[in-house]
């Protein structure tokens, strides 16, 4: 009896695939999303236990987010208690409030950028240091200066 040796075919693409993933920019990719997922958590802290009490206060109060419209079931004062009676809403305040937290963190992110490439671009415009000349260079320079001496 004669045995039949069985290969598992890799498709062409799977090469290429591994190619792409161990590529820098994809695996710079991957560690940016993760630092952005925990810096999203800093800012969406930022925005609502810092900056939002503030423009609660200069807004006199108001909560946007019991602003909605009930399309259909019974009318509630606020959208929870509509909510929880079964209420089909329309929530323009939880978007108002969306939207507004977007351009806060937008804001914040604008600014942080610009302080960043600001002392980004110092770093590069300070001039490094020329290096210390080699000891072959220090020996040249003397013996010019000798045979420069001599020849006056």
């Known amino acids: 009896m004669s045995e039949t040796k069985h290969t598992l075919h890799t498709p062409g ?4 695939f591994q190619k792409f ?7 710079d990719l991957a560690v940016g999303v993760v630092i952005g997922a925990a810096f999203s ?4 802290s930022a925005v609502k236990d810092i900056l939002t009490p503030f423009i609660g206060l200069l ?3 108001v909560d946007f987010s019991n602003l909605f419209i ?3 079931g019974p009318v509630k004062d606020t959208l929870a208690e509509a909510q929880k009676a079964g209420a089909v809403t329309v929530n323009i305040g939880v978007f108002l409030n969306a939207v507004i937290q977007f351009l806060i963190v937008a804001f914040f992110i604008f600014w942080l950028t610009r302080i960043l490439s600001k002392l980004h671009r110092k770093e590069e415009a300070t ?5 210390a000349p080699t000891k072959e260079e220090v020996l040249l ?11 006056v």
């Open 13 to 16: 693409w799977v090469g290429d």
């Open 141 to 151: 320079t003397e013996i010019r200066d000798l045979l420069a001496k001599k020849s």
């Open 21 to 27: 993933i161990m590529r820098g920019n994809v695996l």
């Open 70 to 72: 009930t399309l259909k």
């Open 41 to 44: 958590a800093i800012v969406n």
């Open 59 to 61: 807004t006199g109060g």
């Open 127 to 131: 001039p490094a240091a020329p290096p």
